[in-house]
């Protein structure tokens, strides 16, 4: 039988889409407001972009969660090349803050009370990304009651979202898989300075050369260093062995093979740059609209968010790394036994 051609309008099921605006204050007996078609439009392009977002990142985890990443195939720049996406979509949710605020505090206030209780903190697919990239419940701010305003269904997909691998976490691991610390035969040439019982020679001299670096007033970073680099100790979300592995790739991202590695990680500081960034410009714009009144959902408003903003970094501990960081100048030079390994001409 011969297919059917695929409609414009049907494969994009714009009866529902376009169907789906129903402004309350335009039922029978009430005031329309006007701006109340702007409000659940842009919440609705908001909420399908979440949508895209969660693809991407779902896409993303999964090919990172596997055991092995194999660098011969173009795995890691298509995780990359999604990430990207992932900014470049946010960027423009922040822009989007623009049109919201062609709205006036007194257009709001027209039809706002008509929405209480719902409110942009019921969005189950923000509170999904977050923690699908990495936010931990132990680490929300207001955790006691964040997903007290939900259905349960939407409770459930946010819990499963917490209780599954993070980006976080599979970048955790990925980066613990890095192969150059391993071996003693990729150090063999190494010339190491200061060289201290029981830590790698690479460690030693890098922490010699990170304390020349440091200003009188900067030297409590050392202890710092020394509790992850030397010690150890896990950071946050990041273990020791994958923060000396995302620093290492930091420090010598010129190597072809730690271009891709380095994107990485910076997009995923730029991903914590994109949402925090919205974060802030949807606060002014809350305190420029409400002012100190309390949000439809119930919270403190401008208060409430002001402090999710402060706390809901989710890749902290990498941002962090750039305290560890020294001049290219003063990097310590890698063996020819090692540099063999960077390269890809094996
Ligand atoms: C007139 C415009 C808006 C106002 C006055 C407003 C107000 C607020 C307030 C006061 C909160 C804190 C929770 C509460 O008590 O309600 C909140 C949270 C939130 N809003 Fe909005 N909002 C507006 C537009 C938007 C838009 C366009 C979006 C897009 C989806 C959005 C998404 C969110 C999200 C995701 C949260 C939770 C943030 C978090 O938990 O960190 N809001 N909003």
């Known amino acids: 039988m011969e297919k059917k051609p695929v409609y414009y309008h049907d494969y994009l099921q714009l009866d529902k889409i376009l169907g789906s605006q129903h402004p309350e204050s335009f039922e029978r007996n009430r005031t329309p407001a006007h701006d109340e078609m702007l409000f659940i439009i842009i919440h609705q392009s908001y909420e399908l972009w979440f949508k895209q977002i969660l693809f991407e990142v779902d896409s993303a985890v999964a090919v990172m969660k596997q055991p092995a990443i194999n660098d011969n195939t173009p795995e890691l720049q298509t995780v990359v090349h999604r990430l990207n ?5 946010l960027k423009v949710l922040v822009h989007q803050i623009d049109i919201m605020e062609t709205m006036t505090p007194m257009d709001f206030l027209d039809f706002r009370d ?9 969005s189950w697919q923000f509170k999904t990304l977050e923690a699908k990239l990495g936010l931990q419940y132990e680490e929300r701010y207001g955790k006691e009651y964040y997903t ?10 946010i819990k499963k979202a917490e209780q599954e691998k993070s980006l976080i976490t599979v970048v955790n ?8 610390f391993d071996s003693t035969e990729n150090w063999k040439d190494f010339t190491a300075t200061d060289q201290q019982e029981n830590i790698h020679p690479y460690w030693s001299t890098y922490r010699a050369c990170y304390s020349n670096s440091l200003a009188e007033a900067e030297r409590n970073n050392l202890e710092v260093f ?30 072809p093979v730690m271009h891709l590695p380095f994107e990485l990680l910076n997009n995923l500081l730029e991903i914590d740059e994109q949402m925090s960034t919205w974060r802030y410009r949807h606060m002014n714009m809350v305190q420029r609209m409400i002012g100190t009144r309390i949000g439809t959902g119930g919270s403190s408003g401008k208060d409430y968010l002001r402090a999710a903003l402060d706390k809901h970094y989710i890749f902290k501990e990498f941002a962090g790394l750039t305290s560890f960081l020294i001049e290219r100048s003063k990097l310590p030079a890698l063996p020819a036994s090692l540099i063999r390994n960077l390269s890809f001409n094996m």
Not at 114 to 122: C, I, N, V
Not at 173 to 180: G, I, K, S
Not at 228 to 252: C, D, H, P, T, V
């Open 226 to 255: 020394n509790t992850i680099f030397i010690e150890g100790k896990q950071s946050g979300q990041l273990s020791a062995k994958a923060s000396r592995a995302a620093l290492f790739i930091m420090l010598y991202r010129g190597y």
């Open 85 to 89: 996406r992932v900014i470049t979509i």
């Open 148 to 157: 007290s305003q939900l259905y349960q269904p939407e409770i459930n997909t």
């Open 173 to 180: 691991n990925w980066l613990e898989r890095m192969p150059y």
């Open 114 to 122: 008509l929405l209480r209780p719902a409110s942009g903190f019921q």
